[in-house]
């Protein structure tokens, strides 16, 4: 029994799924890329396909789970569970005008004409809005359509909102957040879901170590409830009386955005010989 993974075959999407695979353990049998490709040690293979054919191919069973931003799967409204929310690929939907053209609100798209990629999303956000706009439907470029007199507006992906700039047009209305979703067929025979369950026990792993440190450091001992109370860990830190009279090891992990404000106040309190090391994997 093998689990088919649907993903992007390219972009920035693709990139990031397969660096998660790879964390995850998940090796591919050969190095020239292929419509569809085994793991090795693994029950497992890989389809790749356009992401905007991936909600389909799940929910059809072509392919038993997929990872697929959320903006193409709530388009395609098509009938697949979302199993985890992955926390990468993220982007928003939003609305943008010109540069120079005045917004005070909504209602400026009223009788405007808008290209997107994203008709039904843009069609039920307006519909929620009481506005009547004309979608015109675009595969490619739709930030360029104002500019050549295709249309008012764009409804677009965003992330950095560079492509906005570039092309002298303002967002002006968020209409959704996206990111990447681990999704699945909602048939799925219990066989593979065993399968899909040890997957997803080694991206919780991966994703838990994200933004990670494992500090090690020696402390008075007098000085340890202060230090736990900064060094919560997962549960508790670990203490290890030392050779030295007085003194013991602490090991506990800190989150990276904390780390410079930890390590501050662990020096104030006589924390010495502080080493800091990478995480790669957390079993929770």
């Known amino acids: 029994m093998v689990l088919r993974i649907a993903v992007q075959s390219k972009g920035r999407l693709f990139e990031e799924t397969m660096e998660l695979l790879q964390e995850a353990g998940i090796k591919l049998n050969n190095k020239k890329r292929t419509l569809l490709i085994p793991a090795k040690d693994f029950p497992l293979e890989v389809l790749f396909l356009r992401d905007d054919d991936i909600p389909q191919a799940v929910a059809t069973g072509v392919a038993d789970i997929g990872v697929v931003g959320e903006n193409e799967l709530v388009e395609k409204d098509e009938d697949a569970a979302i199993i985890k929310r992955l926390g990468f690929s993220k982007c928003r939907l939003s609305l943008a005008i010109p540069k120079d053209a005045e917004y005070a609100d909504i209602k400026w798209f009223e009788g405007k004409k808008i290209a997107t990629s994203y008709p039904h999303i843009l069609k039920k956000y307006l519909k929620e809005k009481s506005i009547s706009s004309d979608i015109h439907v675009i595969t490619g470029s739709v930030e360029i359509s104002p500019s050549i007199g295709l249309a008012d507006a764009i409804f677009d992906i965003v992330s950095s909102g560079g492509t906005l700039v570039s092309n002298r047009l303002k967002e002006v209305d968020v209409v959704m957040q996206s990111e990447a979703l681990l999704i699945t067929n909602k048939g799925l025979e219990r066989e593979k879901k065993d399968i899909?369950?040890?997957?997803i026990f080694r991206i919780e792993a991966v994703q838990a170590a994200i933004d990670k440190k494992y500090?090690?450091?020696?402390?008075?001992?007098?000085?340890?409830?202060?230090?736990?109370?900064?060094?919560?860990?997962?549960?508790s830190p670990t203490v290890t009386p030392l050779a030295t009279e007085g003194w013991c090891s602490v090991?506990?992990?800190v989150d990276d955005k904390r780390f410079w404000e930890v390590i501050s106040k662990l020096k104030a309190l006589g924390a010495e010989g502080i080493l800091v090391l990478p995480i790669e994997k957390m079993i929770l």
């Open 215 to 235: 500090v090690v450091l020696n402390a008075p001992e007098d000085k340890v409830d202060e230090i736990f109370a900064i060094l919560p860990g997962m549960r």
């Open 196 to 199: 899909l369950d040890e997957l």
């Open 251 to 253: 090991q506990s992990v």
